[in-house]
């Protein structure tokens, strides 16, 4: 039962990324092993995006990844990828995009894997005035431009956290294996 519900609660999170407007989308999941698991986003701009992606648990840590564009052409492929893998894209093609994980080479062990997409272009990146639905355009006063500031910082501060939150969750399952031996 409850092996049903993360399943079903994973697809409704990957049918939210689909309906999202978001400017960044961060989800984790798991890949059991012989599957593959794909997600689908619609990419409305042709600007650059920065996807990161990698195995928090399971087996080596690796999987296969593979990015398609809408007209099926791969735009991007790794396999057996460790750790933590980074790379920029331009989503040249207006569409739906496919980003696949595939856990097909492993027969024993599920992978729980996180990715990030985040568009690097600024004008799609959220502000604080965009987040509060006030973006209308008009000078900031000296408050609001340091209260901006400070967004920006807590967001880097998030983004640090996240980063730390995922090497430890790795650390922690590498610790647990090694003393069930």
Do not use: W
């Amino acid at each position: 039962m409850l092996k049903l519900l993360i399943n079903v609660s994973i697809i409704f999170l990957s049918f939210e990324i689909i309906l999202s407007d978001k400017s960044a989308i961060k989800l984790t999941f798991e890949v059991e092993n012989n599957e593959q698991f794909c997600l689908f986003h619609k990419f409305n701009n042709s600007i650059e995006y920065m996807f990161k992606y990698g195995v928090l648990k399971g087996g080596y840590l690796d999987i296969d990844f593979f990015l398609e564009s809408p007209i099926g052409k791969r735009v991007y492929s790794g396999s057996k990828i460790r750790k933590l893998d980074v790379f920029n894209f331009q989503s040249t093609q207006i569409g739906v995009y496919k980003f696949c994980f595939s856990n097909s080479f492993s027969t024993i062990s599920h992978k729980v894997v996180f990715f990030e997409l985040r568009p690097l272009d600024p004008r799609y990146i959220d502000t604080l005035r965009k987040e509060s639905d006030t973006n209308i355009p008009f000078a900031f006063t000296s408050h609001e431009n340091s209260l901006e500031k400070i967004h920006k910082f807590m967001e880097t501060v998030s983004e640090i956290q996240i980063f730390h939150k995922h090497e430890k969750t790795i650390g922690s399952n590498f610790a647990e294996i090694i003393s069930q031996r």
